[in-house]
């Protein structure tokens, strides 16, 4: 009994650690509507994953061997670059709660891709969560006079399949080096795949950055990216893809949070209720059913609690 309850702190402790880096995330679009340059998304994903990646690098002094070589590149690309730049893209082209709503759909993608590739069990109840999950976010953060951008809306879509995507991967690809080199690996990788793509678009970054800007791309850097991708890469090492996209969820409601703390935004009853909808799909995702009694064990599941989450990425306006 006390071995099994050293468990599930361990397990609990994990997956805290894990929710804290949609959390932080969800602070992306408050950073990037007061801080941030307009009309410069690349040079913000650059400038999020590269610095960050190259002190990683030279703190662990840790290179990838063998095949991590290519490894560490698709993830990057996945994980970081692509999804970076999706991520942004949407955020300057989308209200938030559009950006936010499409996002949602990624513990869905997540959890077809697991059962494809990684022989989990897509259930009824994982299914009612991802749906429930979207309808909150929706309830959240979409407004009724919400604009439709076609790009904008393709790019947060994509964005939910690249990283669903990359936490598969990264789930099925294990090396025993250590999580900040592996993380370091990632953030450099796709740091150099957009760093030429943001120059071309983009252009030089600009001359006249104020001390908020440096303030704002110094938070992303070393608090959105350091430090939650290191929790973020963890969760996926000991939690099922599905748990962890599920907790991107909170992206959303931090954010909202904020708005409504910090900006003095209004906080109305369908906020309110779009809410507790998330927090609900978040509990149905993390909580398994019990097992009949007398009814055999089936196979273990994923290294997670009692209780089993999944959320997806935030975004800059979302998180």
């Known amino acids: 009994m006390r071995y099994f309850f050293l468990v599930l702190s361990n397990r609990a402790e994990i997956l805290l650690a894990t929710a804290l880096a949609p959390a932080i995330w969800g602070t992306t679009y408050l950073v990037t509507t007061e ?61 938030g709660g559009v950006a936010a709503t499409a996002g949602a759909v990624q513990p869905l993608i997540a959890a077809g891709l697991s059962a494809a590739v990684l022989g989990e069990r897509f259930t009824l109840r994982t299914a009612l969560a991802g749906v429930a999950g979207v309808a909150g976010v929706g309830l959240l953060v979409l407004r009724a006079d919400a604009r439709l951008d076609a790009v904008g809306v393709a790019a947060a879509l994509g964005g939910a399949a690249v990283m669903a995507t990359g936490v598969v991967l990264g789930k099925r690809w294990t090396t025993p080096a250590p999580l900040l080199a592996v993380t370091g690996w990632q953030l450099v990788a796709g740091g150099l795949l957009l760093l030429p793509v943001a120059l071309a678009a983009e252009g030089p970054p600009p001359a006249g950055l104020t001390a908020g800007n440096l303030l704002g791309y110094g938070y992303l850097s070393i608090v959105g990216a350091a430090l939650a991708y290191a929790l973020w890469f963890r969760g996926i090492r000991a939690l099922s893809p599905t748990t962890v996209t599920f907790l991107g969820l909170l992206s959303p409601l931090v954010a909202t949070a904020l708005g409504w703390l910090v900006l003095g935004q209004h906080l109305t009853w369908a906020q309110t209720a779009g809410a507790l909808t998330v927090l609900a799909a978040l509990v149905a995702a993390w909580t398994r059913p019990r097992p009949a009694t007398g009814a055999p064990a089936g196979p273990a599941g994923p290294a997670v609690p009692a209780v089993s989450a999944e959320v997806k990425t935030p975004e800059p306006q979302r998180s």
Request: glycine share 6%.
């Open 35 to 95: 801080l941030l340059p307009p009309d410069r998304p690349l040079l913000a994903a650059v400038l999020r994953a590269l610095p960050a990646g190259l002190l990683l690098l030279a703190l662990t002094r840790r290179l990838p061997t063998g095949q991590w070589w290519w490894r560490a590149a698709v993830l990057g690309t996945l994980n970081i670059g692509v999804f970076l730049a999706l991520l942004f893209v949407a955020a300057y082209r989308l209200p």
